[in-house]
């Protein structure tokens, strides 16, 4: 069951070399680390590069735009295979979707700069749009070969002007290298622990040819990664919770057992005479009846439950298993003097899956007494009976009274709500194969001593084929049930279920994804002489897009109609649009005197024409200024206007049911103590008076179901950014670079679902708008049951809207300083050398409103849980100190993370032991790397070095948790596994050792 939350923020900077030094950059040069990060290495014979956030070709790269680099030695020196492992820990990025994503997650890993979301950020990859893998168009980044990677540039703030769409939080580009010979090499990676072993293989060949005129590289990768149970963790071994139920922390679980609950609804237990008021309700019948809410330990046996739950966790994955196999290849060639024809080739097998317990069956379903009689003893079928013939006796008493007769009603069919978990069919697994190609074919060159031109046709497909098992048909198991099947049904007791009934209801159901991006661009780019006041030439860019993305989501039969009950069924997606675009950049170098004062001003704009009647023509655009007052310092600025098309999904997505972790209102007594006005809310919109503020009657999971689906009427968002900063390079301290810039980020129309989550809609309804004839309040009109639950047999309908905003804003900082030591260990040349950098971020400001123009303000910043999500601490850093002697290279890492503070409101975590803040948090990596030989490196190293993890609760006989090792455990408020896996390191000390050659 998935569930759903807001991602968070976090930020980062500009510098050269942003996470190490490493022995290449440690060469003697004149050139300073500032001035080389970000550039693309294929620079011209003039010495022109292009710069990520840029299409113009420049002889220097400081940009108005922060950018932030990691260079290839990251990846090395962190042991990461995959790309998510290192851009996860930069500042400016917070964790999508990775490779302990099981619930919620969906195989792929995704990157969310500045915490705005995976839509919002757009990836590249050698300067270009790369492959989406889904309808929501996403970059998965276990396709970008990482052992290709020579660096990876980010450039924060809206680049929707110079790229287009989804760049709202920013870019990200990954500049791929040329091979010249040929490298391989591998990894192994394993916990201490023994498990969750990780191996890569790797290969690449490049060669130059017809005397240097052309230039190919060809490459293949397999990687593999193997699971880890979260019974493998002491952490994560038992669901915890409670909480938000008014209970102590404890080992909490599923109230859907494997011994089967029948729970007879309110209306079967009411008095035949009983007075029912106009809405239906009636008074309930304290009739003793053990039945009425009984699970079966026993076989046939009913007992009255009494707390009973399901521990679910051992048997979810911690880590998901990977295996991947990569292929491609990328060549260029001058065909004429000046004129140089280029080609890149990919495809990608992706195999990930996720696993989950066994299947719960919950719902109402109709029971004939006959056809379950055998399976029951006397004393529970005699009471069966007796629920039976208070039913149809209510049944006639609400037909007296001008109502409706209850549905199941007759006599001989009980109408029960039963929950039971089927371990008989095994855990549910689903197993997503992605096949994701890309081709792109373009040519370049020069039209003149001072003008450009570029352009180039890419096509992107990616497909994807899931396959589920251990799903449970609802009909058929229903079928089972009222007498209308082949096969009845024992669902009264462990292990009742034979294999026979297990066939009659048991599906393996099947969807599909296939996504495609299709891009054809071109571009003139020159100079145009200067000012005549000192500065460099003007430089410029113009050119033109047409982009079409397609999407379609295919579910089988039994997902499409919803009769599949374990994984989410969903309704079949389809949808397309195309844009046509024309875009032009100006970089102006106003004047530059003797002394080195400078004075650059900039400026981009793009005109838009989607397919969209919702969206039409936009226009985006950007300016900025650099200024050098002084030789070692640079000021610089930039505003920029950036929008976001909806996706396919958000547009088209069919209706689909998804489970949040979410606490409905009405049953939160703090809540409607805390909200005049929510309880009679409550009751509009069905919730019996009574059972207002009673969460054990109104809400049994700490899930809530609800249908999520697409709307064709959205339009698109926008974003106004700012960044403002300096750039200190002290002559008097050769080798230090400090660079701090301000940032800020504001998007308007916003598209979410109407406060947010399923949980802030509640919340708006219920908390503020507390009217049911608004759209914040229809989707929960009609629905629950008489109960006042929300059940999946009505779940409420939900879809995106264009409402809400998101402010970001910070600082962020970074610190560099390289220098040679007089003293050497293992060389005699009697000096090594060390760099030392810092990248970190302060998150002043991550301001979520839901709906704009209404009061609620959730304030992320330093914070997590409900509507924020992922923990967003105030403070994130990275640092890194590597020493270089000779062939060794002993590198440390230190992550860190600030305290944050829980911003659910409607549970007081702390009164039941749970935890209202997430204390500071830091890992320590360490790395050795030895050049063996000129043509061999060898790297080990040790991540989480001191073996931080969650810590081992201890659990009493009563299941009530009575300790916890630190806050990094949690209950109800979590993502999963008891904590947030991908922001807090689940593996525990980790080991790799990685061999490369290069011949």
Known sequence: MMRFNKGSLLAGTMMASAMIATPAMAQDTDVDPAIQSGADQNADTDNFITVTGSRIQQRNVETAAPIA??????????????????????PQAVPGTTAFSNNPGNGAATLNLRGLGATRTLVLVNGRRWVSFDTNQIVDLNTIPQFLIESVDTVTGGASAVYGSDALAGVVNFNLKKVEGIEFGGQYSLTERGDGARYQMYGAIGTSFDDGRGNATVYAEYFNRESIFQGGRAFSASALGGETF???????????????????????????????????????????????????????????????????APVNYLQIPQERYLLGGFADYEFTDGHRAYTEVTFVNNRVAQELAATPVTGTFNVDIATVAPFLDAASLAELNQLDANEAAASAARVANGLTALPGAELGVVRASLQRRVLETGARNTLDERNAFRVLAGVQGAITDNLNYDMYYSYARTRNANVQQGNVSRSAFQAGLDGTGDVALNIFGPGTLTPEMVDSFSITAQNGDVSTVEVAAGSVSGFLGNLGLGGSDIGFAVGAEYRRVTAEFIPDTALASGDVIGFNAGSPTEGAYDVKEIFAEIDVPIFETDGGVRLDLNGAARYSDYSLDNVGGVWTYAGGVQFVPTPGVLLRGQYQRAVRAPNVAELFQGQAIGFPAATDPCGSATFIGDNPGAAQTCIDTGVPAGNVGNAGAVQLNAQIPALFGGNPNLGEETSTSFTGGVVFQPSFVPGLTITADYFNIEVEDFITIAGGSLQGLLNLCYGEVQDINTPACQPFVGIRNLDGAITVDAPPLVSGVNAAELTVSGVDLQVNYRADLPFSLLTDTGNSRFNVNFLGTWTDQNDFTPVAGLPQVDQCAGAFGGNCGQPIPSFKWTSRFTWVDGPLTTSVRWRHLSGTDDALDTVDFAAFNGIERIGAYDLIDLTFSVEATENVTISAGINNLFDTLPGTPNIDANGIVTNRPNSLLLGDNQEQANTFPSVFDVLGRDFFISAAFSF
């Open 69 to 90: 680099v990691v260079e290839a030695e990251e990846f090395k020196l962190t042991g990461a295979v995959n790309v998510e492992n290192v851009i996860n820990a930069l």
């Open 246 to 312: 008014g209970l102590p922390l404890q080992a909490f679980g599923s109230s859907t057992l494997p011994t089967a609950r029948f729970n007879a609804p309110t209306e079967i237990g009411i008095v035949p005479d009983a007075d029912c008021d106009i809405a239906g309700q009636c008074a309930p019948l304290a009739d003793g009846l053990v039945i009425d809410d009984a699970i079966f330990d026993t076989p046939g046996v009913g007992r009255a439950r009494a707390g009973d739950t399901y521990n679910y």
